[in-house]
């Protein structure tokens, strides 16, 4: 929790798609393939225990930032339009939780 005058933490989630945490050289890979995210992972909080609501990037973002699992938020990689790179992914989800997160 942050005092009156302390501003809050700043948050950046990373999410990589299809990447092996040990092809980075930060978490043991000889080789400097990552300079970037091994930079930034020296000043972050790394967490290596995490597991996932989905087999599939799509659902599994809807729920990190949903906090509902699939089933809830019932977006999917069968989605048609989803799959088409759709600019609103918000506009796929059901009315009722696209209300509560855009209101968030």
Do not use: K, Y
């Not at 790394?46 to 906090?67: D, E, K, N």
């Not at 977006?75 to 696209?98: G, K, T």
Request: contains cysteine; aromatic residues 2%.
């Amino acid at each position: 929790a942050c005092g009156p005058a302390e501003r809050p933490p700043s948050v950046v989630i990373v999410v990589v798609d299809s990447l092996r945490a040990d092809h980075l050289h930060h978490a043991g890979d000889p080789r400097p393939l990552s300079p970037r995210l091994d930079q930034l992972a020296t000043r972050s909080t790394r967490f290596s225990q995490a597991s996932s609501t989905s087999p599939w990037t799509t659902p599994s973002v809807m729920s990190l930032f949903t906090g509902l699992v699939p089933a809830s938020h019932r977006v999917d990689m069968n989605d048609r339009a989803l799959s088409h790179q759709v600019e609103d992914p918000l506009a796929h989800l059901d009315r009722q939780v696209r209300v509560v997160v855009q209101a968030a």
